[in-house]
Nanobody, 124 residues
Framework: QVQLVESGGGLVQAGGSLRLSCAASGRTFNNYAMGWLRQAPGKEREFVGGISWSLGSTYYADSVKGRFTISRDRVKNTVYLQMNSLKPEDRAVYYC?????????????????WGQGTQVTVSS
């Protein structure tokens, strides 16, 4: 049974940093791409960024490029989202998701597996 478990969310002031973790289990993810997506109150879920588990290639939404960094630890089976220079508009529930293939997709429907989400709140 595939499980994705996010952690690391919380409350931070604008300009601060947080690191989210996504611990993956239940299968081999070598042929999967991992995505981070977020959903703010009253808004649709949106793509933040992703990483190819095997290649390590990363992709980012324009809104977070230069501020957020995704990495993975293949030994720990964990994907990370380092968020710097946080803004109030980054406030959302952040989800980790997995899809077969080497390329992360921006469409939420492209992902087969999802974590439960972790809340990120940025105060101004």
């Amino acid at each position: 049974q595939v499980q994705l478990v996010e952690s690391g969310g919380g409350l931070v002031q604008a300009g601060g940093s947080l690191r989210l973790s996504c611990a993956a289990s239940g299968r081999t993810f070598n042929n999967y791409a991992m995505g981070w997506l977020r959903q703010a109150p009253g808004k649709e879920r949106e793509f933040v960024g992703g990483i190819s588990w095997s290649l390590g290639s990363t992709y980012y939404a324009d809104s977070v490029k230069g501020r957020f960094t995704i990495s993975r630890d293949r030994v720990k089976n964990t994907v990370y989202l380092q968020m710097n220079s946080l803004k109030p508009e980054d406030r959302a529930v952040y989800y980790c998701a997995a899809r077969p293939g080497v390329v992360a997709r921006i469409q939420p429907g492209a992902y087969d597996y999802w974590g439960q989400g972790t809340q990120v709140t940025v105060s101004s």
